[in-house]
């Protein structure tokens, strides 16, 4: 068995007097990726706003890499402290700033007089464009606004920072919502390439044939409930559909 990173156990969450999530366990083991599906309105996005620490739990146990936290301590900073990144469906990128900038917002490299290291982000950030994003060319450029990247590469951006980052855990929120053929191509091979560097995330996508591309594992949720929790081996991409067919009636 691989060792567990992310335990999310029991978790409650509710809004006022509905139950959005109830009785949930998640579990993410080292470099796996876990799909996580179900249809609109089964507290895919009310989870992810849990583990990424943009909403508070109820109640419920949160672990990551074997260390216990106090849930109602947890928030976005402690689980990028805990090596847990999310990119969101609109990259969460900056448009009109450098990419430099954009890569390390909030988190400033600075010299030995306390300056912003301005020259060692850039070679950072080129690097990454060059080696993760596979751009090449003279027009490549570090201080670039991120508006001058097709969409599959700001998404490809996002992943690239959470990588750089030494993010352990990647939650994937949508990622190819919106994008051409060729763009999601693009952020599919990025995904692919976490787990060559080490890196376990959580996929959530409504594209069946995505999900069952690059995911090792199916969580699926409906009405706040874990429903299925299914190894890929162990099922086809049709019985998923049937699945969902099923949990969703």
Do not use: W
């Given at each position: 068995?691989s060792?567990?990173?992310l335990?999310?156990?029991n978790?409650?969450?509710?809004?006022?007097k509905v139950?959005?999530?109830?009785n949930?366990s998640?579990?993410?083991?080292?470099?796996e990726?876990l799909?996580?599906l179900?249809?609109?309105?089964a507290?895919?996005?009310?989870?992810?706003k849990?583990?990424?620490?943009l909403?508070?739990?109820?109640?419920?146990?949160?672990?990551?890499?074997g260390?216990?936290?106090?849930?109602?301590k947890?928030?976005?900073k402690?689980?990028?402290?805990y090596?847990?990144?999310?990119?969101?469906q609109?990259s969460?990128?900056?448009?009109?700033?450098?990419?430099y900038?954009?890569?390390?917002?909030g988190?400033?490299?600075?010299?030995?007089?306390g300056?912003?290291?301005?020259k060692?982000e850039?070679?950072i950030?080129?690097?990454l464009?060059?080696?993760?994003l596979?751009?090449?060319?003279s027009?490549v450029?570090?201080d670039?606004?991120?508006?001058?990247?097709?969409g599959?590469?700001?998404?490809?951006?996002?992943?690239?920072?959470?990588?750089?980052?030494?993010?352990?855990?990647?939650?994937?929120?949508e990622?190819?919502t919106?994008?051409?053929i060729?763009?999601v191509k693009?952020v599919?091979?990025?995904?692919?390439?976490l787990?060559?560097?080490k890196k376990s995330?959580i996929?959530?996508?409504?594209?069946?044939?995505?999900?069952?591309?690059l995911s090792t594992?199916?969580?699926?949720?409906?009405?706040g409930?874990?429903?299925?929790?299914?190894?890929?081996?162990?099922?086809s991409?049709?019985g998923?559909?049937?699945?969902?067919?099923?949990?969703?009636?």
């Amino acid at each position: 068995m691989s060792k567990e990173l992310l335990a999310f156990e029991n978790i409650y969450k509710s809004y006022g007097k509905v139950d959005v999530l109830k009785n949930i366990s998640l579990t993410l083991y080292e470099n796996e990726t876990l799909g996580l599906l179900g249809d609109n309105g089964a507290g895919k996005s009310t989870l992810i706003k849990c583990l990424s620490g943009l909403e508070e739990i109820d109640k419920g146990s949160i672990s990551i890499n074997g260390k216990k936290l106090n849930p109602k301590k947890y928030n976005i900073k402690k689980a990028r402290t805990y090596g847990l990144e999310t990119v969101y469906q609109d990259s969460s990128l900056a448009k009109e700033q450098e990419i430099y900038k954009n890569i390390f917002l909030g988190r400033e490299l600075v010299n030995f007089f306390g300056f912003i290291d301005i020259k060692k982000e850039k070679a950072i950030s080129l690097n990454l464009l060059k080696n993760f994003l596979g751009l090449r060319g003279s027009g490549v450029l570090a201080d670039s606004k991120v508006s001058t990247l097709s969409g599959g590469e700001r998404q490809g951006l996002a992943i690239a920072r959470a990588v750089h980052f030494n993010s352990k855990i990647i939650i994937l929120d949508e990622p190819t919502t919106a994008l051409g053929i060729k763009e999601v191509k693009k952020v599919l091979d990025f995904i692919k390439a976490l787990r060559e560097h080490k890196k376990s995330s959580i996929f959530i996508t409504h594209n069946l044939a995505h999900a069952y591309e690059l995911s090792t594992r199916f969580l699926i949720i409906d009405k706040g409930e874990v429903k299925e929790n299914i190894l890929k081996k162990d099922i086809s991409l049709q019985g998923l559909q049937n699945t969902l067919l099923r949990v969703a009636k």
